[in-house]
């Protein structure tokens, strides 16, 4: 071999290995920094849904398991939209997924098809009114909401009233606003698309309406919200709310309404308790 052959081999060796020895010091660096940021949220997702919804723990496992893939499902195909300066984090996004998709746990349930976004909002919002009154006027001053669903594509929430919602109140915006969307899916007010054990809508109907018409009647309600008067979408919003947050008072005040909303979403929530 010639000297110059040997000198040829040499920078040629020295031309793989340098950028090689170059990749294995960033991947190096890399793994060296890795255990200082959190571990990504996909990999322990259920841990994390359960600590911050914790009466997932009453799922039979099989509803959790399904509750995670749901999650997940949501997290990959809605975007989330931080409104009015709000960063939305990763523990926002799965505390809404979180609770929305308690609303889809039976195995035939669709997930929200028509949403596309959800707008988030650091806590209640204004919003121009454009429906007239009963004088048929439409009012200058926009009406402050904490929650809306558009038939389109988007729900739009209060941040502070989903933590809310968390702390034990009974108000649970999430859980409302996704109803609505339930509800659009199907061609009837004030209801779903009712699995096929159902048989039809006569038992919805009858309970629904009745309740919807004692609720009109009564002054102070118990346990459901009086806005779940003002016509059968809201009090399928109002009545999944309460089903949620005060399920023990629901099944004891409305029993029926209760069993059929349990029915309906496919578990119990009689022994959840959202406040310590
Ligand atoms: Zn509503």
């Given at each position: 071999m010639?000297q110059?052959?040997?000198?040829?081999i040499?920078v040629a060796?020295?031309?793989?290995?340098?950028p090689?020895a170059?990749?294995?010091?960033?991947?190096?660096?890399?793994?060296?920094?890795?255990p200082?940021?959190?571990?990504?949220?996909?990999s322990?997702?259920?841990?994390e849904?359960?600590?911050?919804?914790p009466?997932?723990?009453?799922?039979?496992?099989e509803?959790?398991q399904?509750?995670?893939?749901?999650?997940r499902?949501?997290l990959?195909?809605?975007?989330?939209?931080?409104c009015?300066?709000?960063?939305?984090?990763?523990?926002?996004?799965?505390?809404v997924?979180g609770l929305?998709?308690?609303?889809?746990?039976?195995?035939?349930?669709?997930?929200?098809?028509?949403?596309?976004?959800?707008?988030l909002?650091?806590?209640?919002?204004?919003v121009?009114?454009?429906e007239p009154?009963?004088?048929?006027?439409?009012?200058?001053?926009?009406?402050e909401?904490?929650?809306?669903s558009w038939?389109?594509?988007?729900v739009?929430?209060s941040w502070?009233?989903?933590q809310a919602?968390?702390?034990?109140?009974?108000?649970?915006v999430?859980?409302?606003e996704?109803?609505?969307?339930l509800d659009?899916?199907?061609?009837?007010?004030?209801a779903p698309?009712l699995?096929?054990e159902?048989?039809?809508?006569?038992?919805?109907?009858?309970?629904?309406?009745r309740?919807?018409?004692?609720?009109?009647?009564?002054?102070?309600p118990?346990?459901l919200?009086p806005y779940?008067?003002?016509?059968?979408?809201?009090?399928f919003?109002v009545?999944?709310?309460?089903f949620i947050?005060?399920?023990?008072?629901?099944?004891?005040h409305?029993a029926?309404?209760?069993?059929?909303l349990r029915?309906?979403y496919?578990?119990d929530?009689?022994?959840?308790?959202w406040?310590?």
């Amino acid at each position: 071999m010639s000297q110059e052959a040997l000198v040829a081999i040499v920078v040629a060796v020295a031309l793989i290995v340098g950028p090689l020895a170059t990749l294995r010091a960033l991947s190096k660096r890399a793994a060296a920094q890795t255990p200082q940021r959190p571990a990504p949220l996909e990999s322990n997702i259920e841990a994390e849904l359960l600590a911050q919804l914790p009466v997932l723990a009453h799922l039979t496992p099989e509803l959790r398991q399904r509750h995670v893939e749901r999650v997940r499902a949501f997290l990959a195909s809605k975007r989330f939209i931080g409104c009015d300066g709000l960063e939305v984090t990763e523990e926002m996004k799965l505390v809404v997924a979180g609770l929305a998709c308690l609303l889809v746990l039976r195995p035939d349930a669709e997930l929200f098809p028509a949403v596309k976004a959800v707008l988030l909002y650091p806590g209640a919002f204004l919003v121009p009114v454009n429906e007239p009154d009963e004088f048929g006027l439409v009012d200058d001053e926009p009406q402050e909401r904490i929650g809306e669903s558009w038939q389109g594509d988007r729900v739009i929430l209060s941040w502070e009233d989903v933590q809310a919602a968390l702390a034990g109140d009974g108000v649970n915006v999430v859980a409302h606003e996704f109803a609505h969307q339930l509800d659009d899916e199907s061609p009837f007010e004030g209801a779903p698309h009712l699995p096929r054990e159902f048989n039809g809508y006569e038992r919805w109907s009858r309970v629904m309406q009745r309740e919807f018409e004692r609720l009109q009647r009564h002054r102070r309600p118990p346990v459901l919200d009086p806005y779940g008067a003002e016509s059968p979408a809201e009090f399928f919003g109002v009545a999944t709310e309460a089903f949620i947050q005060r399920g023990a008072d629901l099944a004891q005040h409305h029993a029926e309404l209760y069993e059929l909303l349990r029915d309906y979403y496919g578990f119990d929530t009689r022994d959840w308790a959202w406040s310590a």
